[in-house]
C-alpha cells in the first residue's frame, strides 16, 4: 500500500480520524497555539509570495507590448541609422514591419494648480503606418502626411489640457491635435504618453538642422519565439567590417524582469519561511509532550495488537489533521487579507485572483501541511518505537 | 453467557503455553536482578491457570513473558507453537493481536474513547470494517454483561465493574485462545471482584484458555490449576 492508499484508508476508517480528532481536542488550548503557529506560516510565507508576484505584475503591466520588437540604435561613436542599414534589415527573415523613428525633445510650460510648470516632451517622426502600429488613438485620428497635424500622447494631452481641434505650439509653430492616443505606460521604443507625434515634413520644418537618418528603427518580428535570432541575424548583416549599430531585444526586459522579481519573491518567501520554521518547532514540541502524556495509551494499544506502523500512523494522522485545518484556515485569511491589502496598496485585487497568485496561496498551504507533518514525524517514530511494557508502567 | 462447562476430560491436553528454563535479568546499574530463575512450564489449551506469588515474586514478569510484553533473557517462550525468541516487532505484535486479551488491575481503557470503542480498538488493528467492529463490540458488550446503555459511555462515567467488563470486552475482541489478566479484581469490591471471576470462569468453560495472576488465595477457587511463584521460582 502507497501513502496516498493508507491515509484514505486511515480516514475511511474511522475510528483513526476520531481517534486524532479527539486527542487533538483533549488539549485544545495547546492545539490552538499551534495551529496559530502554522496560520502564521502560512500567512506569511502565502502574503510574501503574492507581494513579489504582484509587484512584478504591477511593474511589467506597465510596460507595454515590450515583447515583440527589436530597437536597432547607433552603435557608439555612430551618429544615426542609414537607409542603406535600413535595406540590410529588410533583407532579414521574420520581419514583420521595419518602423524608422527620429526624434527630438523640448521643454514645454504649463499651468497646474495655479503654478508654472516645465515638461520634458518628445517629437517624434514615424510614418503613420509604422505608428499605428505602435500606438491606439483615443480620440480623433491620425495626422495626414505633409499636413501640419499632429498626435499627442495622454499625458500631453492631460497636461496641456488640449483635445482634438486645438493647438500646441513647438518652437514657435503651432500644431494642429487631431488626435489623442491612448495611455500605454512606459516603452522601450518610444515614449507615447509625453509624445507629440507629426508627419515627416512638418518634422523636417521643426528640426532643420537633424542629422541625415533615423535615432533609432523598431523591428516587428513575426515569430517572437525567433526574435533572437532575427537580432543575430540583422546584427551580422550590418556590423560585418565593424559595429555600426546595436540591437535591443525588448523581451530580454522582460526575462530579466521575471528573474528579478523571482529573486524578490523567493527571498519574501525566505523571510516568510522563517515563521513556518518556529511553527514546525511549535508543533513537535505539542506532539512530544502529547506523545508523553499518552504513553501508557501507546502501551495499552500496543498490548491490545497495535503495532509500531499503526501508532506512527496514529500521530502523523493527527500532525495531518492539525497542518490542513491550519493551512486552510491560512490560506483563506491570505486570500481575504490579501483581497483587502492590494485593493488599498495596489488599487487594484485582481493581482491576487492571477492563476500566479494563486500558486503562492497553494505552495503556503502545502509548506504548512508538510511543516505540521514534518513537526510531527520525530514524536510519531518514537511513540511507535516504544516498548509496551516500559509505556504501560509509565504514570 | 453462552459458554457451557468443559469437564476436565474434554479438555486438551495440547500445550498453548510453554515455557523452557526461562529466566529474566533486570540489570540496575551493576546490580543484576533475577525477575525469573530457569522456569519450565507448559499450560494446557483450555486450561483455568492462577499464577500465585506475593509481591515482587515475578508473577507478573511470567504474565507479560507469557503475552509477549517482555522477552526473556535465556529460554524459550511458545505460544500455541510457536517461538516466540525467533519474531521480530511486527511478529510479536500479531501474536498478542490474535491470541492474546489482557485484562489489567487498573482496567486501562482509553479514557478519550467510549465504552464500545475501547471494544473496537484491537478490531481496528486487525482491519476490520466499521460497520463489523461495532457489530462485533456490541455482541462483546453484552458478553461481559455490560448493560448496553454503557455502551456510549467514557470510562468516567462507569464503575470500576463496568470498566472491568468493558475490559474483559476489549480483551475477547479478536476472540483470542488466550486471556491473561493481572490481578483482575485488585481494583474491585469483594462482591464486584466474585462477578467478574465468574465471568471468566464462564469464558473458560467455552474454550478460552485463562491465566490469573493474584496474590489473593480466594481467586485459586476458580481456577483448575495453580502455579505457584516466589523469588523468580517455581515451587509448586
Not at chain 1, 123 to 144: H, N, Q, S
Not at chain 1, 226 to 247: G, P, Q, Y
Not at chain 1, 354 to 371: D, K, P, Q
Not at chain 2, 165 to 178: D, H
Request: net charge negative; hydrophobic share 40%; glycine share 8%.
Amino acid at each position: 500500500m502507497n501513502i496516498t492508499e493508507e491515509i484514505i484508508s486511515m480516514l475511511s476508517n474511522n475510528m483513526y480520524a476520531e481517534l486524532a480528532k479527539r486527542n487533538l481536542k483533549r488539549q485544545s488550548i495547546r492545539t490552538i497555539l499551534a495551529a496559530i503557529g502554522i496560520i502564521i506560516g502560512v500567512i506569511a510565507i502565502s502574503s510574501m509570495g503574492i507581494l513579489g508576484n504582484s509587484l512584478k505584475l504591477s511593474v511589467t503591466d506597465s510596460f507595454a507590448d515590450i515583447g515583440d520588437k527589436l530597437i536597432v540604435s547607433p552603435a557608439p561613436g555612430e551618429d544615426s541609422i542609414t537607409h542603406r542599414q535600413i535595406d540590410q534589415m529588410e533583407k532579414v527573415g521574420n520581419i514583420e514591419s521595419i518602423i524608422p523613428v527620429s526624434s527630438s525633445g523640448e521643454i514645454i510650460e504649463y499651468r497646474k494648480s495655479g503654478a508654472e510648470v516645465q515638461s520634458y516632451i518628445s517629437v517624434y517622426d514615424i510614418e503613420k503606418e509604422g505608428l499605428e502600429k505602435l500606438v491606439e488613438l483615443e480620440d480623433g485620428r491620425f495626422f495626414k502626411p505633409g499636413s501640419t497635424d499632429c498626435v499627442v500622447g495622454s499625458s500631453v494631452a492631460e497636461n496641456l489640457e488640449l483635445a482634438t481641434g486645438k493647438k500646441i505650439e513647438i518652437d514657435e509653430t503651432k500644431l494642429r491635435v487631431v488626435g489623442i492616443l491612448k495611455e500605454r505606460g512606459l516603452g522601450f521604443d518610444i515614449n507615447t504618453d509625453s509624445g507629440v507625434f507629426t508627419s515627416s515634413e512638418m518634422y523636417e520644418k521643426l528640426y532643420p538642422d537633424a542629422d541625415e537618418g533615423y535615432d533609432q528603427v523598431i523591428v516587428v518580428v513575426k515569430d517572437i519565439d525567433e526574435i533572437d535570432s532575427t537580432a543575430d541575424e540583422i546584427e551580422e548583416r550590418i556590423n560585418k567590417k565593424e559595429e555600426l549599430v546595436t540591437v535591443f531585444a525588448t523581451n530580454s526586459i522582460t526575462e530579466n524582469l521575471d528573474q528579478v522579481f523571482g529573486s524578490i519573491s523567493l527571498f519574501l518567501m525566505g523571510i516568510g519561511s522563517i515563521s513556518l520554521l518556529v511553527a514546525g518547532v511549535s508543533i513537535l514540541n505539542v506532539m512530544l509532550m502529547s506523545t508523553m502524556e499518552r504513553t501508557k495509551e501507546i502501551g495499552i494499544m500496543k498490548a491490545v495488537g497495535a503495532s509500531r506502523k499503526d501508532i506512527l500512523k496514529m500521530f502523523l494522522l493527527e500532525a495531518l489533521f492539525l497542518g490542513l485545518i491550519a493551512s486552510s484556515a491560512g490560506a483563506l485569511l491570505t486570500l481575504g487579507g490579501g483581497y483587502i491589502i492590494m485593493a488599498l496598496v495596489f488599487k487594484n485585487a485582481s493581482y491576487l485572483l492571477t492563476l500566479s497568485s494563486m500558486f503562492y496561496v497553494m505552495e503556503g498551504f502545502f509548506f504548512g501541511i508538510a511543516t505540521s507533518l514534518i513537526g510531527g514525524m520525530y514524536p510519531a517514530w518514537k511513540a511507535s518505537r516504544m516498548k509496551p511494557l516500559d509505556a504501560l508502567r509509565y504514570e | 453467557m453462552n459458554g457451557a462447562y468443559m469437564p476436565e476430560s474434554q479438555r486438551s491436553t495440547h500445550p498453548i503455553v510453554q515455557l523452557q528454563d526461562v529466566s529474566r535479568i533486570y540489570t540496575l546499574g551493576k546490580n543484576r536482578i533475577y525477575a525469573l530463575k530457569g522456569v519450565s512450564i507448559a499450560i494446557k489449551e483450555g486450561d483455568f491457570v492462577t499464577i500465585m506469588g506475593s509481591s515482587g515474586s515475578g508473577k507478573s514478569t511470567l504474565l507479560n513473558m507469557i503475552g509477549c510484553l517482555d522477552l526473556p533473557t535465556s529460554g524459550r517462550v511458545k505460544v500455541n507453537n510457536v517461538d516466540l525468541s525467533k519474531l521480530d516487532d511486527d511478529g510479536l505484535t500479531a501474536i498478542r493481536r490474535n491470541n492474546i486479551g489482557f485484562i489489567f488491575q487498573q482496567f486501562n481503557l482509553i479514557p478519550t474513547l467510549t465504552a464500545i470503542e475501547n471494544v473496537e480498538i484491537p478490531m481496528i488493528f486487525n482491519g476490520e470494517s466499521p460497520r463489523k467492529r461495532r457489530k462485533k463490540a456490541l455482541m462483546m458488550l453484552k458478553k461481559a454483561d455490560l448493560p448496553l446503555e454503557y455502551a456510549r459511555h467514557k470510562p468516567n462515567e462507569m464503575s470500576g465493574g463496568q470498566q472491568q467488563r468493558v475490559a474483559i470486552a476489549r480483551a475477547l475482541a479478536n476472540r483470542p485462545p488466550i486471556l491473561l489478566a493481572d490481578e483482575p479484581t485488585g481494583n474491585l469490591d469483594t462482591k464486584t471482584g466474585h462477578n467478574i471471576m465468574k465471568l471468566l470462569e464462564e469464558l473458560n468453560s467455552s474454550g478460552t484458555t485463562v491465566i490469573v495472576v493474584t496474590h489473593d488465595p480466594e481467586l485459586e477457587n476458580y481456577s483448575h490449576t495453580t502455579i505457584r511463584i516466589q523469588d523468580g521460582e517455581i515451587i509448586g
